[in-house]
């Protein structure tokens, strides 16, 4: 390190620190009874596999948003195949186990509310996924613009979205 300069890992929100200590503690436990002579390479693949699972989450998700535009099964399959089979995915998800995903899976969640007009219910996943990747802001302004022209609706859709983020900030 350059002189003076200091280390600092990422620093996320608090809700991905306990969601990924909820998936933990199963591997914990586990360790407390019966210890692992790899325990760190068990909870390393073990967390692994929860961005895994997201991801094949995520792509049926793809899958039966794709019902709400077409009726065609093979186009549906086949979004949700082009979405498991991208190099990116596959790089970050696989082989650097970025955290990203976590945050995409609430946002498609988030959007079945969205096509169905239930924007309050869009807004509160929003303020989920912004807890995992700060990027779901540009991903929620965008869209509740488009749906949302009143400035009272939009001041409570933007205080929904932006309620768990800033709790668990100032808190921590």
Not at 64 to 81: C, S
Not at 101 to 118: C, E
Request: glycine residues 4%.
């Amino acid at each position: 390190f350059p002189s003076g300069a200091a280390f600092m890992g990422a620093a996320y929100n608090i809700v991905m620190y306990v969601v990924l200590a909820a998936w933990a503690l199963p591997v914990y436990l586990i360790n407390k009874l019966h210890t692992f002579s790899d325990y760190a390479s068990i909870l390393e693949q073990w967390g692994r596999l929860l961005m895994i699972l997201l991801s094949i989450a995520s792509a049926l998700l793809i899958k039966n948003l794709m019902g709400k535009f077409t009726e065609d099964t093979e186009k549906r399959h086949l979004a949700g195949y082009f979405f498991l089979s991208s190099p990116m995915l596959i790089y970050c998800v696989i082989i650097l186990d970025q955290y990203d995903i976590m945050s995409v899976f609430i946002t498609l969640l988030a959007l079945f509310f969205f096509f169905d007009k239930k924007y309050y219910r869009f807004s509160m996943l929003f303020s989920i996924a912004i807890c995992f990747k700060f990027f779901a802001v540009l991903i929620f302004l965008s869209l509740i613009l488009l749906s949302e022209k009143r400035i009272p609706k939009l001041f409570l859709h933007g205080s929904a979205a932006a309620s768990l983020y800033a709790v668990t900030t100032l808190l921590y």
